[in-house]
């Protein structure tokens, strides 16, 4: 038989892993864990497996040989530690904590128990991507302008709390921040300003929008608009600016300025123009190469995965040093005095 597979957290992201996990002939999936048990039988139907509302149940029951994890940015920690204690391997959805804290429990774990863990960085495996960082690779960079846009907010309960989502920059342009560091490497330095300039007070009576994106939230605690500058190891510079007001395009993505190239990214289509032009365009069902390339780590045996939990960490610091920055009145924040006051050293 294939790979036995879980999942946990069977919400909106899991149905593109779960449909293209059911897409593999050497994958055999056993069972869905959601705290909303309608969900976890909804993809037991669909799917196959069996559901329960707890993950240790299914760890316990299944014993699967690895499992997708796709919880909010808040529910992380138990789920992780729970499966690597039984040696099970897991992909793990962005941001990978909200957190350094929890993001070290699950690091001990994951280092104690020797499984595999990969973060769902899905853009570092589109072929624009990688064929950016080849042409990268031997000029120097300049300037690398990160953005992403968003014409609302998700309607979700936890998306509008800042310790639940970590906010759009930690929830959701960490994609870009994650790639930024894969094409041009760590960032150093970090300086932030967040803002909130919509209104995100609910009409006196009006109902709560579960699904789609919103311009209205009971409980709205996070920035609207943000703003950072980055320093780069290599000397490079950069910025990245997110906003979710409702009625603006939705965008994001990338220039990258080097010598001699002058490099862009708009969701997985990249192209290029200067010494050389050309363009590569997303391939079809790009975003399943991040889960499927977990697949094979586990199925190959590898030592590592292509996106390692420390990855996660390393990208996940950027946001929290632009919180931190924004605390400290525009202070200059180093991601990494961030990691090794939580961690006690750098990451190896
Ligand atoms: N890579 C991408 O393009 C992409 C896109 C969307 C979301 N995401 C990420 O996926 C994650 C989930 O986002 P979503 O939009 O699917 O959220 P969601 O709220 O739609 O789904 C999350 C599910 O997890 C369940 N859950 C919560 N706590 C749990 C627990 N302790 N045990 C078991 N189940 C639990 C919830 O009941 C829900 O069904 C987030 O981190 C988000 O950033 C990634």
Known sequence: MGLKIGFVGVGGISQRHLGNASKRDDIEILGHADIIMSRAEAAAETYGGRAYNCCVDLYENEKPDAVVICTPPYAHGDIEEEAAKRGIHFFVEKPCAVSLDLAKRVKEAVDTHGVLAQVGYMYRFAEGVLKAKELLSTRRIAMVQQHFYMPGMPAKPWWAKLEMSGGQLTEQSTHMLDLGRFLAGDVVAVTGRTARVHDWTP????????????????????????????????????????????????????????????????????????????????????????????????????????????????????????????????????PQDLIADVFGTALG
């Not at 996070?222 to 950069?238: R, V």
């Not at 290029?272 to 190469?289: F, I, L, P, R, T």
């Open 203 to 334: 009409e006196p009576g009006a109902p709560v929008s579960d699904s789609g994106l919103t311009g209205a939230y009971p409980g709205f605690t996070i920035p609207d608009t943000t703003a950072l500058t980055l320093e780069y190891a290599s000397g490079a510079l950069g910025t990245l600016s997110c906003s979710m007001v409702p009625g603006t395009q939705w965008d994001n993505g990338f220039r990258i300025v080097a010598e001699g190239l002058l490099v862009t990214i708009a969701g997985g289509n990249v192209s290029w123009a200067g010494e050389e032009q050309g363009s590569v365009a997303a391939g079809d069902n790009w975003a399943s190469y991040v889960l499927y390339d977990f697949f094979d780590a586990v199925i190959e045996g590898r030592d590592a995965t292509t996106v390692p939990y420390d990855e996660g960490i390393r990208s996940l610091a950027i946001s929290l040093a632009g919180y931190a920055s924004q605390e400290q009145g525009g202070a200059v924040i180093s």
